[in-house]
């Protein structure tokens, strides 16, 4: 069952669902019907971060096999950028980048209602029809958002359109799509929990005290 726009603001409302920072304003009033509001009728709007990943070309290979993380791998083998709130980036026809969504997204397990219900929720997020009109890819390929996930999310981007795009940090850039997941899972966290670069890299563990 996908949540409409009443049940995402039940969800945000008691914590099943959290967005960070909350996207607002959840409805327009009759006097200000041309602005913009992030919320659809069963989707919510996520922007782009500050942060860019470029994979650099090289004569490594990618072996989705190797013990090394995936993500400290990315990392060594790209530059990072740190997008001004008042400038852009320049993606290039055909280039490939990292990006995250400004937005820490949750979605608990362990949660009351959750275990009142007997269900969770899990996430997709997608591309948005005004950018895929000018050929930008927002993510391809893995768009599913699991139960207990928990930070920011990777948008893997691609301009395959006819110009040059300029992206700008807080940009509408991709919606989340939220549903019903039947039953509540094992905990199992991915690679990428905790995320806080485009790339997957964890947050550091604080030292333990002593």
Not at 97 to 119: C, F, K, M, S, W
Not at 158 to 176: K, T
């Amino acid at each position: 069952m996908i949540l409409s726009n009443r049940g995402l603001f039940a969800a945000l409302d008691t914590g099943r669902l959290v967005i960070d920072p909350q996207p607002a304003p959840r409805q327009l009033t009759v006097a200000h019907q041309g602005d913009y509001c992030p919320f659809d009728t069963h989707a919510v709007d996520l922007t782009l971060g500050s942060e860019i990943t470029v994979p650099e070309p090289g004569t490594y290979a990618y072996d989705l096999m190797q013990p090394t993380p995936l993500a400290v791998f990315i990392e060594r083998n790209s530059r990072r950028y740190s997008i001004d709130p008042h400038t852009h980036y320049v993606l290039d026809r055909h280039q490939f980048i990292l990006a995250q969504t400004r937005e820490r997204v949750a979605l608990p397990i362990d949660h009351p209602e959750n275990h009142r219900t007997g269900t969770c929720l899990a996430a997709r997020i997608e591309g948005k029809s005004s950018r895929a009109r000018v050929g930008l890819l927002i993510h391809f390929t893995a768009p599913t958002v699991h139960p207990g996930w928990s930070g920011p999310l990777t948008l893997e981007m691609i301009n395959l359109g006819p110009a040059r795009i300029l992206l700008r940090p807080g940009m509408p850039i991709a919606q989340l799509i939220v549903e019903e997941v039947q039953g509540l899972p094992v905990p199992d966290k991915s690679q990428f929990h905790d995320q806080v670069t485009p790339a997957g890299v964890p947050a550091p563990v604080p030292p333990s005290g002593g």
